[in-house]
């Protein structure tokens, strides 16, 4: 039966056979999404190494959790790690990580399922509140079929499980006010404090709903929102106080101090347009609804929450976020057009408003769907399905996938499902480590923990601490020009300036293996800090037609590979190294820089390297 | 203010109204503070644009006298 159309009227009116046809067109789009969405979580979860940045730091914050240890620590001693996000999530992980060691799969399958909850918990609230499954279904649905909630829901983040313990305390808390019988209220109202504590304790971006739920129980009782906003206070405070001193004051300075970054306005422009652009037709609805209840009838909590939602999508454009930081916004607004669709179709409206609801409400189910589409452009039945539809890969030919959102700063350039060549590569990669002879200093944690080696740092915390001058990074620096790590390997060099500085001072990249469309370097030591100091001492003080020859403790093709990347700040002249010496065992090759030129030649010298350095300008 | 804290007190339209325009004229001040100090910043922007949309929610919010916010 159409939406809002009675069982004696479905055969006669015409507006019965559009509102039929857009519902069943609603559905259907809505379930596609979905399919498309499981899609991708299971080819996730198959995908053994970090797919989204940072994913591997949250795995190593649950290994750490499951032996007992915080991951709240110094990062200016060995393993000069620390993670700066709440525990939660990790710790409901831990029983995994007993169970099955480290691994990704089941981080990806808990937020995953999370997302699944969240999406039932919000058609649970539009059916109690409106009593319209159809709609309550579609409202699940929509969030889901969101981009930014596919994106991040399946990946071993901690960001959806903290958006599904938000939905659950909103569901509990909105109607606790009214409950009649105090022993009830009492137990709705404690219920739903822990749940907004634990998703404050899954990340710290929930304070925009713990601060809507305040206003709203301030509104209905200010004693009431007084009582409550003081012993969840006194809970909150007190727990991260006892957190604060069990860590000796490093809870404090990753979680809170580290976490003020750079703003970019430019990139929370872009999300805030492409979040209208592509959420426009539930964000219409979702604003009228806010502005009647403001009005003409009484503030929900769901309205005071999609607001507060919707205005701390302003720190998206902080470094190191993004579209993820809609996704609390993205539930809220399910929920009040989903609200606002079933008082259409269902209120005391006179009749005429209700049959245009018939149409209305489907139709803009299917303008969101229409407007969020996103799948694999290959395979046998993607690759089928987006050359009939007419879509191509909106990634080149970097990732086989399609996503109408398009490109702004701060969205994720991730959706595609890996392949098995992405999944050979890894191993390969881990394979590097596990014979590497010592630790080794990885962009992402994967390689080290499926190689069963020591995961040394954590590069986008380093960065934090080292940006809001929380961290000195001496004895890193001094670690990479001791070359105390058998190899280096990165993905975006996001570390602080003087680590970098560091790693290109003392190691060298010998190898890139491709994955998952990013390019993984493999750098590894060079010559000991004596003779890289002799070789730029000998560059600096060579005399024009002098020659300087020096020894190099590296095999010949590492020699080579070394120099290349010793002189990266010359430019390289006359083409390809030529064969020089006695027989031609030597390569040289010419370089330039302002005035001066120089020709260096590379010469086996049995486990050593000579070079031979020659100032020909 | 006992009946604030009252058990039965809920927050009306205009009172809602009030509130609005009186934390909005401070977010203004906040905003005229900080450009003051230190000329024209994110922060101010925003707690500028907060400003003026609070106060100009809680002026049309006033006329709704006492029904329940």
Known sequence: MAMGETASARHRSPWAVAGWLLTGLAFALLAGHLLIYVHYAVGLMRFPFDYDQGEGFELVDTILFSQGEWPYRSSETYPFYASNYPPLFHVILVPFAWAFGPAYWYGRLVSFVGTLLTAGTIGLIVWREGRHRGVAVLAGLAFLASNYVYHVGPLFRQHMTMVLFETLAVAVLAQAPSIRDTARRRRALAGGMALLLAAGYTKQHAVATCAAVFVFLFLRNPRRAAIWGAGFALVAGGLFLWIDWATGGAWWTNIIAANVNDYYLAQFTGLLRQWLRLHGALIAVAALFALYELYAARLSLYTIWWVMAVASTVLAGKWGAGDSYFATAIAATCVLSGLAAARALRGGAPAALKRAAGIVVPLVYVVYALSVVKMPTEGRFFGWLSDALGLESTHGSRYAFYDAAGWTQGYATIGHVPTQTDVNNGWRIVDRVRTAGGPVMSEEAAFSLLADKDVITNPTQLKNLYENGLYDPSALVEALRAHDFAAVIFRAQFYPPPVLDAVYEAYYPAEAIPMNGFSYEIWRPGPPAEQRGAFAASLAALLPGETRTVALALPFDSALAWRRHAMRLWEAAGGKPRPAGEGNECLASDFSQGERAISIEVCPAGAETLLALSRTR | ?69
Not at chain 2, 7 to 24: N, P, W, Y
Not at chain 2, 44 to 64: D, K
């Open chain 2, 1 to 69: 203010m006992r009946r604030v804290f009252s058990e039965d007190f809920t927050v009306s339209k205009r009172q809602l109204g009030a509130g609005l325009i009186v934390l909005g004229a401070a977010l203004l001040l906040v905003a005229g503070a900080l450009t003051a100090l230190d000329g024209v910043r994110l922060t101010a922007i925003f707690s500028a644009a907060a400003g003026g949309a609070g106060v100009l929610v809680g002026l049309t919010l006033l006329p709704l006298g006492d029904r329940p916010a």
